[in-house]
C-alpha cells in the first residue's frame, strides 16, 4: 500500500497577534470542481424555490419560530410534535457525524451554505468585476483611481442586493412566503418587525461574505474543531502524498539531484479558499473543498506523471501507519443508529392523529355534585387540526360509565386551527371505586376515532 507521509511544517496562515492576512483565492477549474457547481448550484435552486413551493396549501418547508408553526414536506406540525423533531434533529447529526467519519470535511467545501454562497456566488461576482487573484490584489494594494472606486461600489453594491435576496428567504423560511409579501408591497410601519428584520439579515450577510468570509470556516464554526474528535485512521481526507512529491523543486536538465514529482509551482495554495498549503499536512483549516485536487491534477497532466498527488487518502494512509488495514465497524455502526432513528421518525410522521389535543382539569377544580346526585368533573381541551384540511370533529367518552357535556359547542376545525373547548365528565357515584379514576376522552372525526386522550377522574369514593 503506497503511504502518504504527513510534513512537520505548520500552517501557512498568519499566528495570532498578527494583520490579517486577506486571501486571494484563484479562480478555480477541474472536474471536481465542475461537480461542485453541480451540487452547489442544485442545493441554492431548492434553497430559493422551496419556500414557494406550496403542498395541500402549505409551504414546502417553513420553520414559523414566532407562531410555533413548521412545515415540512407540506405537512404542518406544532409544538406537540416537538418528539419528531427531536428525531429528526437527532438524524442530521447523526448522518453529519457519520459523512465526516467516512469522507472528513466534505460537508464543508461541498453543502455547507457559508461556502456554496461565498464560492459560487460572491466570489464569482468578485471575479466578473475585479478579474482573478493577481488583478484583484494589484487593484487593492495600488493607487486609489476612480476605476478602482466604480469597481468596488459596484461589487459592493451587489454584495448588498445578493445579501438583500438571500435575507429576504432566509425570512420566508420563518414566517412564510404570504407573510413576506405582505412586508414587501404593504406601507413600512404596518410591518416594522418584518422590515426591521430584513435590514438586520441584509447587514449581517452582506459583512460575513464581504469582511469576515473565511474566518468563519477557520475560527467561527464550531463544527471544524468538532471534526477532530470525529475522524479516525479509516477517515478519507484531502491530503498531499509527501512519499511521491518530495523533494520538490523546478524540474531541471542540468541537475542531476532526484525530484519528486512536485514541481513547487504554488497553484495548490493559490485555489486554496481559506490560504492554506495542503502539503504542510493535515490542517484544521481544511475544508475538502478540492481545489488543489484540480490545480494539481492539470499540472500533473502537462508533466505526464500520474494524477492524484494531492487526492483523498484514509489518515491511516497520511499518518504512514504499519500494517494499516480498512475497517468499517465504526461506520457500521453508525449506519445502525442511523437507520434506527430513520424508522422511528417515519414511523411517528406516518401514525401522527390527523387531530391531536392537549387534556387538562380546569384549573382549581375538583369534584361537583349535580342536583341528581351525580359527580362531575370539569377539563379544558385544545384540540388541533393536523390533517392539512377543514373537518368536523367531536368529542366522546371512552367510558361508557361516563357521560360527557360540552360547555362550550364547537364541530368543526378550519385547516390548521385549533379550538379550546370545556366539558363536564359525569358519572353515577356508584362507578367511584378510587379517588383517582382512569378514564379517557375519544376524538371521532368523520365517523372515525382518530385520538385518544388519557385522564383522571378525580372523587372520593361516596362523595355526597
Known amino acids: 500500500m503506497e503511504t502518504v507521509v504527513q510534513n512537520s511544517e505548520g500552517p501557512v496562515l498568519p499566528s495570532k497577534g498578527k494583520k490579517r492576512k486577506w486571501i486571494y483565492a484563484k479562480k478555480p477549474s477541474g472536474t471536481l470542481y465542475n461537480y461542485r457547481?453541480?451540487?452547489?448550484?442544485?442545493?441554492?435552486?431548492?434553497?430559493?424555490?422551496?419556500?414557494?413551493?406550496?403542498?395541500?396549501?402549505?409551504?414546502?418547508l417553513m420553520f414559523n419560530i414566532v407562531e410555533r408553526k413548521f412545515s415540512i414536506f407540506g405537512n404542518m406540525?406544532?409544538?406537540?410534535?416537538?418528539?419528531?423533531?427531536?428525531?429528526?434533529?437527532?438524524?442530521?447529526?447523526?448522518?453529519?457525524?457519520?459523512?465526516?467519519?467516512?469522507?472528513?470535511?466534505?460537508?464543508?467545501?461541498?453543502?455547507?451554505?457559508?461556502?456554496?454562497?461565498?464560492?459560487?456566488?460572491?466570489?464569482?461576482?468578485?471575479?466578473?468585476?475585479?478579474?482573478?487573484?493577481?488583478?484583484?490584489?494589484?487593484?487593492?494594494?495600488?493607487?486609489?483611481?476612480?476605476?478602482?472606486?466604480?469597481?468596488?461600489?459596484?461589487k459592493h453594491a451587489l454584495f448588498?442586493?445578493?445579501?438583500?435576496?438571500?435575507?429576504?428567504?432566509?425570512?420566508?423560511?420563518?414566517?412564510?412566503?404570504?407573510?413576506?409579501?405582505?412586508?414587501?408591497?404593504?406601507?413600512?410601519?404596518?410591518?416594522?418587525?418584518?422590515?426591521?428584520?430584513?435590514?438586520?439579515?441584509?447587514?449581517?450577510?452582506?459583512?460575513?461574505?464581504?469582511?469576515?468570509?473565511?474566518?468563519?470556516?477557520?475560527?467561527?464554526?464550531?463544527?471544524?474543531?468538532?471534526?477532530?474528535?470525529?475522524?479516525?485512521?479509516?477517515?478519507?481526507?484531502?491530503?498531499?502524498?509527501?512519499?511521491?512529491?518530495?523533494?520538490?523543486?523546478?524540474?531541471?536538465?542540468k541537475s542531476t539531484e532526484p525530484k519528486g514529482d512536485c514541481v513547487d509551482c504554488g497553484l495548490c495554495v493559490h485555489v486554496c479558499p481559506t490560504g492554506i498549503d495542503i502539503r504542510n499536512g493535515i490542517q484544521l483549516e481544511c475544508v475538502n473543498c478540492t481545489a488543489c485536487i484540480d490545480a494539481c491534477d492539470a499540472v500533473m497532466d502537462k508533466l505526464g506523471k500520474p494524477k492524484r498527488l494531492i487526492g483523498f487518502y484514509s489518515l491511516g494512509q497520511v499518518e504512514?501507519?504499519?500494517?494499516?488495514?480498512?475497517?468499517?465497524?465504526?461506520?457500521?455502526i453508525y449506519v445502525a443508529v442511523l437507520l434506527v432513528l430513520c424508522s422511528a421518525f417515519l414511523y411517528f410522521i406516518f401514525s401522527r392523529a390527523p387531530i391531536d389535543g392537549s387534556l387538562l382539569r380546569a384549573a382549581g377544580s375538583t369534584y361537583q355534585s349535580q342536583p341528581d346526585g351525580r359527580i362531575s368533573n370539569l377539563y379544558t381541551i385544545e384540540v388541533i387540526n393536523k390533517s392539512g384540511k377543514a373537518v368536523p370533529f367531536e368529542l366522546k367518552s371512552a367510558d361508557k360509565n361516563f357521560e360527557l357535556k360540552l360547555v362550550n359547542k364547537i364541530d368543526s376545525l378550519p385547516k390548521d386551527g385549533a379550538a379550546k373547548l370545556s366539558f363536564f365528565l359525569i358519572t353515577d357515584k356508584k362507578n367511584i371505586k378510587t379517588y383517582?379514576?382512569?378514564?379517557?376522552?375519544?376524538?371521532?372525526?368523520?365517523?372515525?376515532?382518530?385520538?385518544?386522550?388519557k385522564t383522571t377522574f378525580i372523587c372520593p369514593p361516596g362523595a355526597q
Not at 414557494?52 to 414546502?60: E, Q, R, T
Not at 469576515?212 to 485512521?233: A, M, N, S
Not at 504512514?320 to 457500521?332: E, L, M, S, V
Open 77 to 154: 406540525f406544532f409544538p406537540q410534535d416537538l418528539y419528531i423533531f427531536v428525531f429528526g434533529t437527532l438524524i442530521i447529526l447523526v448522518s453529519i457525524v457519520l459523512f465526516t467519519a467516512v469522507f472528513g470535511r466534505v460537508w464543508c467545501g461541498w453543502t455547507c451554505p457559508q461556502t456554496i454562497f461565498m464560492e459560487l456566488i460572491f466570489r464569482r461576482i468578485e471575479y466578473l468585476i475585479e478579474g482573478d487573484w493577481t488583478q484583484q490584489k494589484k487593484l487593492n494594494e495600488g493607487p486609489n483611481t476612480d476605476a478602482r472606486a466604480w469597481k468596488k461600489l459596484l
Open 160 to 253: 448588498l442586493l445578493v445579501s438583500c435576496f438571500i435575507s429576504n428567504i432566509f425570512l420566508a423560511y420563518i414566517i412564510g412566503v404570504d407573510e413576506l409579501i405582505k412586508i414587501i408591497t404593504e406601507p413600512i410601519e404596518q410591518h416594522l418587525g418584518g422590515f426591521i428584520a430584513i435590514v438586520i439579515f441584509t447587514l449581517v450577510f452582506y459583512s460575513v461574505f464581504a469582511f469576515v468570509r473565511e474566518i468563519v470556516c477557520t475560527t467561527i464554526c464550531p463544527y471544524g474543531r468538532f471534526q477532530g474528535v470525529l475522524l479516525d485512521d479509516q477517515s478519507m481526507c484531502v491530503a498531499y502524498n509527501a512519499q511521491r512529491g518530495e523533494p520538490r523543486g523546478k524540474r531541471s536538465k
Open 320 to 332: 504512514g501507519k504499519k500494517d494499516f488495514k480498512k475497517n468499517y465497524t465504526r461506520q457500521n
Open 37 to 60: 457547481q453541480i451540487v452547489g448550484y442544485g442545493l441554492l435552486l431548492f434553497l430559493f424555490l422551496a419556500p414557494f413551493i406550496k403542498v395541500n396549501g402549505n409551504p414546502f
Open 436 to 453: 383517582k379514576s382512569k378514564t379517557a376522552v375519544q376524538i371521532w372525526s368523520q365517523g372515525e376515532e382518530v385520538n385518544t386522550l
